[in-house]
C-alpha cells in the first residue's frame, strides 16, 4: 500500500481531491461538475492527521502531511513566501 505521502501526491497528480468519492467517501454525486477537482495547480498541498509528518516538493508544489496533533503533539509551518515547512514538538 502506498504512504500517506504517496497518497497525497497522487491526489496531486490525479487533480482529484477525492478520487473515490461517491463510491468510498461520502461526498454528494454532481452532474455537471465536480467541485472535488483541481481546476488549477496549488503551491501547498496538505492532509491532517497523518501518522508523521513527512513533506516533499512535486513539480513545484509542497506537499505535507500533518501529524495528528493530539497524538504527536507536533505542529507544521509552512513559510508562505519559500514554501519551506518546519515541524514544532509542543509538549505539554
Same mark, same amino acid.
Request: net charge negative; aromatic share 6%; charged share 20%.
Given at each position: 500500500p /502506498?504512504?500517506?505521502?504517496?497518497?497525497l501526491?497522487?491526489?496531486?497528480?490525479?487533480r +482529484? $481531491?477525492?478520487?473515490s468519492g461517491?463510491? @468510498?467517501?461520502?461526498t454528494? /454525486?454532481?452532474v455537471?461538475?465536480?467541485?472535488?477537482?483541481?481546476?488549477?495547480?496549488p +503551491? $501547498?498541498?496538505?492532509s491532517?492527521?497523518? @501518522?508523521?509528518?513527512?513533506?516533499a516538493?512535486?513539480?513545484?508544489?509542497?506537499v505535507?502531511?500533518?501529524p495528528?496533533?493530539?497524538?504527536t503533539?507536533e505542529?507544521?509551518?509552512?513559510?508562505?513566501?519559500t514554501?519551506d515547512?518546519?515541524?514544532?514538538?509542543?509538549?505539554?
Amino acid at each position: 500500500p /502506498p504512504t500517506e505521502l504517496e497518497a497525497l501526491v497522487s491526489t496531486l497528480r490525479f487533480r +482529484h $481531491l477525492a478520487p473515490s468519492g461517491p463510491d @468510498s467517501l461520502p461526498t454528494y /454525486p454532481f452532474v455537471s461538475s465536480d467541485p472535488m477537482c483541481m481546476s488549477s495547480t496549488p +503551491h $501547498l498541498l496538505f492532509s491532517g492527521g497523518c @501518522s508523521a509528518f513527512d513533506t516533499a516538493v512535486v513539480d513545484g508544489v509542497r506537499v505535507v502531511c500533518v501529524p495528528d496533533f493530539e497524538r504527536t503533539g507536533e505542529v507544521a509551518i509552512v513559510d508562505l513566501e519559500t514554501l519551506d515547512v518546519q515541524v514544532l514538538k509542543v509538549e505539554c
